[in-house]
């Protein structure tokens, strides 16, 4: 198992996993995971789409990733240790939930997931020390940029912001208030940088410049 798919779940594995649990589904803003809570499961998400997060006393959040169909997440049940993030339906989403005793027996009897569990631990890692060296050595301006070119969806010969993702959540994403963001798309687009077409999406006009 190397390369890209060396922490994606097979199709064997995927059907081998969805025998071991139960299929579940959540509602829209429907909490799967709270920060703090018991780690005692493994999840796989099978249709939807859901937020990685932490949230402080004050209802701010700070998003670490989005998860697509296909990711599974919670693996940090193996330390026995509690949630260290919340997790939230952005979408009707459904998982499969597996009970912390049959994942520890099926990495006995499948090792090639114990390698991919392994894999998706190190990504998550590579993952968090991005996000924090983002936060201590790049501007808002800088996350935000990183964050438009990593999310625009290619269509034709245009470049477009997904309509779902608002200044709001960008501004959760990349550490900032809904404020900053704002202004910060307001000077791209005044500079010709973005611009809203007849679906009122932010379309890519030229390359956004790294800092302004």
Same mark, same amino acid.
Not at 116 to 129: D, F, G, P
């Given at each position: ?7 994606? *779940? &097979? !199709?064997?594995?995927? &059907?081998?996993?969805?025998? #071991?649990?139960? !299929? ?7 909490? %799967? ?17 859901? $937020? ?5 006393? =004050?209802?701010? @959040? %700070?998003?670490?990733?989005? *998860?697509?169909?296909? @990711? ?9 240790? *509690? ?7 952005? +979408?009707? &989403?459904? #998982?499969? +939930? ?9 990495? =006995? ?6 390698? #991919? ?13 991005? %996000? &924090? ?5 790049h501007d808002v301006y800088e996350r935000t940029v990183d964050?438009?070119?990593?999310? !625009? ?23 900032a208030t809904r404020e900053m963001i704002n202004h910060i ?8 940088? *973005?611009?809203?077409?007849? $679906? ?7 390359? %956004?410049?790294?800092?302004?």
């Amino acid at each position: 198992m190397h390369g890209e798919s060396a922490n994606t *779940l &097979s !199709a064997e594995l995927l &059907s081998q996993l969805a025998q #071991c649990g139960d !299929a579940q589904w959540y509602g829209r803003n429907q909490m %799967l995971i709270v920060e703090g809570d018991v780690s005692d499961a493994l999840y796989i998400l099978i249709a939807g789409q859901l $937020k990685v997060f932490t949230q402080d006393s =004050k209802g701010r @959040e %700070l998003v670490y990733n989005i *998860l697509q169909p296909g @990711e599974f997440f919670g693996e940090l049940f193996l330390d026995g240790g *509690l949630r260290s993030a919340s997790v939230k339906a952005v +979408v009707d &989403s459904q #998982c499969i +939930v597996i009970d912390h005793l049959a994942i520890r027996g099926f990495m =006995k009897t499948y090792p090639e997931f114990a390698e #991919c569990l392994v894999y998706k631990l190190i990504a998550r890692l590579r993952h968090a020390t991005e %996000l &924090s060296k983002g936060l201590a050595l790049h501007d808002v301006y800088e996350r935000t940029v990183d964050l438009l070119n990593k999310i !625009a969806l290619t269509e034709g010969d245009i470049r477009v912001v997904p309509l779902t993702l608002t200044q709001q959540e960008i501004a959760d994403r990349v550490g900032a208030t809904r404020e900053m963001i704002n202004h910060i798309l307001r000077d791209l687009m005044r500079g010709g940088f *973005l611009a809203r077409d007849e $679906k009122k999406r932010l379309v890519f006009t030229k390359m %956004l410049p790294k800092r302004w």
